[in-house]
């Protein structure tokens, strides 16, 4: 090998090993919830697997590419959206039109990476994904969402955030608020409607015939 | 609690919400050992990999020749390629070796010697290692270390064994593969015998 080869091969070598480290994000110095940017951008796979080693931590990424990371729920939330997440889930089996799923990421058409408490989504359109694609956040919008206010979210962002899944293709989008009992329905082209401490919610659009019962929540 | 991210490639800069303090960053460093960490001024943390074996391995012989002469010369001090510089533009930056004046050295209290030197040293030396882009480490030293005080610098670009010498107020000297380097200014009398540093 001349010199010349030689440095060619030791340049490839540096640049081939010019990856895969390990990069620990103490939380002591990034209290959550805690938004970062990587330069370069994380790639999609990137992403899912910075989702999956870190699942004691909710993670989304915004339109702008920043990773957004937050607690998971406290309890409280966690019990009545696994109730909720039941109703939803038995009501779309019977109803037979779409998916239920909890704690879903989905890659939206503004470029961010959206999890939500519970989605649901037309199966016709999640079928339109392979196998191998729903291994990781599918490139699509859910059609019907529910959030859930917590204490350490900060309202203004949860509600930048509704819009954001409406104009990203969400039909229908609630939020509720367990501390003021209110739920705030968002549609494509409305102002957002707000229920005080309503006893049950009606599904409209994609979920028509649904309806949730809010008595578990409130208690 | 630490959330980790595996297979990262590198470089990668990482810019929090809300920046990381000294400390943070010190400790930041440390639970990532052996990459290296710089801090931007404009706060963004650059996740470098840890240093090649060549580039290592040229690296420390420049900082032990800097060394055995700032020794006997007695003028100043020399660190190493893993200390962190303080600069008033906010930025943290190591240099590869660094030779600050007895004077500056003196005036730092005990505390500030534990956290990120808080000054530019004198003389600052920079080897390109293959993954290193010269523009990049050409503006570092224009922008950064001669912009922040320092009284000379050389830039060994070790693939084309090029030295450039930069001093305050004057265009950057280029010498092609010079058999040795002559310092001036705060480290007049040092020599860098180039055959040497190629081995």
């Known amino acids: 090998m001349t010199e010349a080869e030689d440095e060619l091969e030791f340049d490839r070598m540096e640049r081939e090993a010019d990856y895969a480290f390990r990069l620990h994000l103490p939380v002591e110095w990034m209290p959550l919830p805690a938004r970062v940017r990587f330069d370069p951008p994380l790639t999609e796979s990137e992403l899912l697997r910075f989702s999956e080693t870190n699942d004691i931590v909710w993670i989304e990424r915004e339109a702008d590419g920043a990773i957004y990371m937050r607690p998971i729920a406290p309890t409280i939330v966690a019990m009545y959206s696994g109730h909720i997440l039941a109703d939803v889930s038995i009501w779309a089996e019977t109803d037979g039109r779409g998916t239920c799923c909890g704690r879903a990421g989905w890659c939206l058409p503004d470029g961010s990476m959206r999890g939500a408490s519970i989605s649901w989504i037309l199966t016709e359109k999640l079928n339109r994904f392979t196998k191998e694609e729903r291994k990781g956040f599918v490139a699509t919008a859910p059609d019907f969402v529910i959030e859930f206010m917590s204490s350490h979210h900060d309202r203004a962002y949860l509600e930048q955030k509704m819009g954001q899944w409406i104009a990203n293709g969400v039909q229908l989008a609630w939020l509720i608020d367990s501390d003021s009992r209110t739920v705030t329905i968002y549609r494509p082209g409305e102002e957002p409607e707000v229920l005080i401490d309503p006893s049950s919610i009606q599904g409209t659009g994609p979920v028509r015939g649904f309806e949730l019962a809010m008595g578990r929540v409130w208690e | ?199």
Not at chain 2, 44 to 71: C, H, Q
Not at chain 2, 94 to 100: L, Q, T
Request: charged share 30%.
């Open chain 2, 1 to 199: 609690m630490d959330m980790t991210l595996s297979s990262l490639p590198l470089p990668v800069r990482l810019r929090p919400d809300v920046p990381m303090s000294d400390l943070d960053l010190i400790r930041f460093s440390r639970e990532n050992r052996p990459l290296r960490m710089e801090r931007e001024p404009n706060g963004e943390i650059l996740i470098m990999s840890p240093t090649g074996y060549k580039t290592g391995k040229l690296n420390l012989k420049v900082g032990r020749f800097l060394d055995e002469w700032a020794e006997i010369d007695g003028r100043g001090v020399v660190c190493d390629s893993s200390t962190g510089f303080k600069l008033a533009n906010g930025a943290v930056r190591s240099p590869d070796a660094a030779w600050v004046s007895n004077e500056r050295d003196a005036k730092l209290t005990e505390q500030e010697q534990e956290g990120f030197g808080p000054l530019c040293p004198d003389f600052v030396i920079e080897l390109t290692s293959p993954s290193d882009k010269l523009p990049d480490v050409w503006k570092k030293i224009t922008e950064e270390w001669m912009a922040a005080g320092a009284q000379l610098a050389w830039l060994i670009d070790v693939k084309n064994r090029t030295v450039t010498i930069f001093r305050p107020g004057e265009e950057p000297e280029t010498l092609f593969d010079p058999t040795s380097v002559q310092g001036d200014g705060p480290v007049r009398g040092f020599e860098l015998v180039m055959g040497r540093v190629w081995g």
